[in-house]
């Protein structure tokens, strides 16, 4: 029998390759290999389900990666944003869950309401590192870094692991000023 982890596991996944289009409890239950009885068992129906997967995709890739940050020894401000990075850099699936979720919170309420919850989330937990870290402009260089990740999920072919963190590594890079003082 499957878990709602597993359903909703088996949700995101669809959801990465297919779109919410394609988000059927047919669907569901046929890669699971399980009946419509058991979708029910766990929810009332899809959207029920629907919710519970935002919830879900907004816990493992966002909620799970602060908390891992965090909850790892005591580091630096620049040590904790490197294993963000190398958290999102290697998410697997994540660039095409991301392009997929922004679809669905173009055409749909709740999406749109975690959509922006989770990019807040993000962006302000971006800055307080970027602060923390004596950067500058903690708002514009957390917009910087996490632009980079949405754009790179749009790029065909995906951007490999190694070159979306050479990007970041390019990002966070001091740079003399090639401005003149007076």
Request: negative net charge.
């Amino acid at each position: 029998m499957a878990t709602e982890q597993d359903w909703l596991d088996e949700g995101l996944a669809i959801l990465a390759v297919q779109g919410v289009p394609a988000l059927t409890i047919e669907l569901l239950c046929e890669r699971l290999g399980l009946t419509k009885g058991s979708f029910y068992h766990h929810f009332r129906g899809m959207p029920a389900y629907r919710a519970a997967l935002l919830e879900h995709f907004e816990r493992r890739f966002t909620t799970e990666f602060i908390e891992a940050v965090e909850s790892a020894a005591p580091a630096p401000a620049t040590v904790r944003l490197e294993r963000l990075l190398d958290l999102v850099a290697g998410s697997g699936d994540s660039p095409a869950l991301e392009v997929a979720v922004r679809a669905w919170a173009q055409q749909d309420d709740l999406a749109r309401a975690v959509q922006e919850r989770v990019d807040r989330r993000r962006i302000d937990y971006l800055s307080a590192l970027w602060e923390q870290r004596g950067g500058q402009e903690p708002r514009n260089m957390a917009l910087l870094l996490y632009l980079v990740l949405i754009g790179a999920g749009h790029l065909v072919p995906a951007l490999t692991v190694k070159e979306l963190r050479e990007v970041y590594d390019l990002a966070l890079r001091p740079y003399p000023s090639t401005r003149e003082r007076p």
